[in-house]
């Protein structure tokens, strides 16, 4: 199967719904997973100026309908996240620009409803300030939190799932991508990693996060014999993985 590889987006957006909702799976909260709603033009990056970690853990209310598609982003415990930066900026530095980075994919999003995976509750209680619905899924790795994220996801009546990692400084339009009938790639600058993945629910997909995900992604996207569009768009391709990449995440 060969790809579209497209140099931008486009489309009508689709209509979405705040609802701000938690959705479990019946287990035990443990740690995080080792490894991993404004109009446009959206505001240059800035630093939130306070953290507050909770003790509580969410409480799922009954189950809701969240519309046709949603974003779902994987977040990490602020305080564990992007520990390879702890060498260029002090550690409430590091908190307040992963949590920044955060916000700024969230508010990417409209005007798709947002569901946040994770399991620390600091993340889940931010996750609701912003207006997402929380899925809460303990130890489960990088790519099985973002798998069963998407099993919740079909079981709640969502038939598209737009992936997005929350480490995007500068992301913008990630609700408006114009629909596709098969998968959407949105790789990093390098053509390594896959910063956004969109994809029809139900169709078995196995998640690759990782080094080379976007290889492995579109090789996974061949096996299930479902097209592939490659979007390079920069606003969604720089993201912060080390100190090197800081240089260029002003403005």
């Not at 990093?188 to 492995?216: E, M």
Request: negative net charge; proline residues 10%.
């Amino acid at each position: 199967m060969g790809g579209a590889d497209e140099r931008g987006n486009g489309g009508t957006p689709r209509p979405g719904s705040d609802h701000r909702h938690v959705l479990t799976h019946a287990r035990e909260p443990t740690g995080w997973l080792p490894g991993r709603h404004e109009a446009a033009p959206l505001p240059a990056l800035t630093l939130s100026t306070s953290v507050t970690a909770s003790p509580l853990v969410p409480t799922p209310p009954p189950r809701a309908t969240l519309g046709d598609e949603v974003v779902l982003i994987p977040v990490k415990g602020f305080r564990q996240a992007k520990g390879r930066l702890g060498g260029s900026m002090s550690d409430e530095t590091r908190l307040r620009l992963v949590r920044s980075m955060a916000e700024r994919v969230v508010a990417a999003c409209s005007p798709l409803p947002v569901a946040v995976v994770c399991d620390d509750p600091e993340v889940a209680q931010w996750a609701e300030g912003c207006g997402a619905t929380v899925m809460w899924e303990p130890g489960q790795g990088l790519n099985g939190a973002v798998g069963a994220g998407v099993e919740q996801l079909a079981a709640a009546g969502v038939h598209w799932v737009t992936v997005a990692h929350g480490d995007l400084p500068h992301a913008r339009d990630i609700g408006a991508l114009a629909p596709f009938a098969g998968i959407t790639l949105v790789p990093d600058r390098k053509d390594d990693g896959t910063n956004v993945l969109r994809l029809p629910v139900g169709c078995d997909f196995h998640f690759a996060y990782g080094p080379g995900s976007f290889r492995s992604h579109r090789a996974e996207a061949t096996r299930l014999g479902l097209p592939v569009r490659v979007l390079r768009i920069p606003a969604l391709a720089y993201d912060v993985d080390w100190p090197s990449d800081l240089a260029d995440l002003g403005g």
